[in-house]
């Protein structure tokens, strides 16, 4: 039973996770137009074209956008189930393949119950969760990669460690610098142990994360990029590091306490492995966008097995300490932290609503404006805000609202339940001077235009 709690326990997480998204996305609570960037990109690839996606622009090469052509691996999935339910439900299982290597790392170094404690605490983790709950993101990819990096890690084995870091560089353009970060820990622990050969192949692994990333930022993206640039330096503030560090610092501390408090009692804090979280926290709190600084959203996913594995290590470490009273704390953190999870789980997080039977069921409003998308045609090109988006990027080609850059669609559907547009007509000549667009129907709030020939 030992060995298969860490596989059944993903079982469970992955029908939780695949739930509360593909109910979500059933219900139209989408949150926001990235599952329809990924869906566009990935739609792409299965068709073996360059991955371009119209949402950001016509003709808009994602790879100019972030670097992330790992999520090609998601293209045959996609050619047989092309929907965006696919890649809701490849996350969900990414996400939960990542509590294996947490769980099986805590039954080794800390017994059964601690063990398998840690894992469905980190599985069931407010970082987690909020991914799950935001829709779909190529960290998914990292999770998993990062969790198996740090378990092989743990277990004295160095170059696994590295084999399973190094596809970092293909999820996102940051995360060279967490390869770059994880590698030199392997080098320490590789140098402490007197293993030289492990401990030059980690060097250069680090070197190589850093060298890729500066590559990605300053000549890949660039080379993909309309502009000739990377669109997210605006976002970086233009202060000295230290000013930039204390702006928002209210909310940055708050956020390291969701981090640490919570997930690890701050015990994490005694373990070498919370060094690989550095980079992210780096790159997140001295931006100047406030997005970045809060625990919303799914920026700190690759964040939850780092927490999760440096609290075995320091579990680990703590009971063996001659203190008793850090002992015994350390001894009882499994425990708590689990219990922390279920008390969020069940109260704030998306996996209370997993008992509310009002989330199986799909609202009417959902059911209106799914027959009002169908009249689209397959094949056409629409202008659409957020909730419609992701229903047509599967067949149309779709583009963002106000965002055609001259192209003129054949139709425009937006929501207009709250009663911004007052003629719609008139913003659709607002939209495209020159062009001639009809209400072609209403349902839900949503209004569907179409172009007049």
Not at 143 to 151: D, H, K, M, S
Not at 326 to 355: C, D, E, H, V
């Amino acid at each position: 039973m030992e060995r298969w709690a860490p596989y059944l326990l993903a079982g469970v997480l992955f029908t939780g996770y695949a739930l509360i998204s593909v109910l979500r996305y059933r219900r139209l609570e989408t949150m926001s137009w990235d599952l329809g960037i990924f869906e566009q990109a990935v739609r792409a690839y299965a068709h073996l074209r360059a991955p371009v996606v119209d949402l950001k622009g016509p003709g808009a090469n994602v790879l100019g956008d972030h670097f992330s052509p790992v999520t090609a691996l998601l293209a045959p999935f996609y050619r047989l189930f092309p929907t965006p339910v696919t890649l809701l439900v490849a996350q969900a299982a990414l996400f939960a393949l990542s509590a294996v290597p947490v769980t099986r790392a805590g039954i080794r170094l800390l017994g059964r119950a601690r063990g398998f404690a840690v894992g469905a605490g980190y599985g069931l983790s407010w970082g987690v969760q909020r991914a799950v709950e935001f829709d779909f993101h190529e960290i998914c990819f990292a999770v998993p990669l990062i969790a198996f990096a740090l378990e092989a890690l743990l277990r004295g084995r160095g170059r696994a460690a590295l084999l399973w870091a190094l596809p970092l560089v293909l999820v996102k353009e940051d995360l060279g610098l967490t390869l770059a970060a994880l590698a030199c820990l392997s080098a320490w622990r590789a140098g402490r142990d007197g293993d030289r050969r492990t401990a030059r192949l980690a060097v250069g692994a680090a070197v190589l994360g850093a060298a890729v990333t500066a590559l990605v930022f300053s000549v890949v993206i660039p080379s993909f990029n309309t502009g000739g640039g990377y669109d997210y330096w605006d976002k970086v503030t233009g202060e000295s590091p230290a000013a930039a560090l204390t702006g928002g610092l209210d909310v940055k501390l708050a956020t390291l306490g969701w981090l640490l408090i919570p997930t690890t009692g701050l015990l994490a804090l005694r373990s070498p492995l919370l060094l690989v979280a550095v980079p992210t926290l780096g790159w997140r709190f001295l931006s100047g966008d406030p997005h970045y600084w809060s625990a919303d959203w799914h920026y700190s996913a690759v964040l939850m097995p780092v927490l999760a594995l440096a609290l075995v290590d320091a579990v680990d470490r703590s009971r063996r300490d001659r203190r008793p009273w850090l002992r015994a704390y350390a001894l009882q953190l499994p425990a708590a932290t689990l219990a922390s999870a279920l008390t969020l789980g069940a109260t704030t997080l998306p996996s209370a609503r997993l008992a509310e039977p009002d989330t199986y069921r799909i609202p009417e409003r959902a059911v209106l404006a799914e027959r009002l998308f169908a009249r689209v045609p397959d094949g056409a090109s629409v202008e659409a805000d957020m909730a419609p988006i992701a229903r047509l990027t599967s067949r149309c080609r779709v583009l963002w609202i106000g965002g055609t850059r001259g192209l003129v669609p054949d139709w425009i559907v937006f929501d207009n339940s709250s009663g911004w547009v007052g003629d719609p007509r008139d913003y659709a000549r607002q939209l495209h001077p020159g062009a001639e667009f009809v209400r072609a129907d209403e349902a839900a709030g949503f209004v569907l235009m179409r172009r007049v020939p």
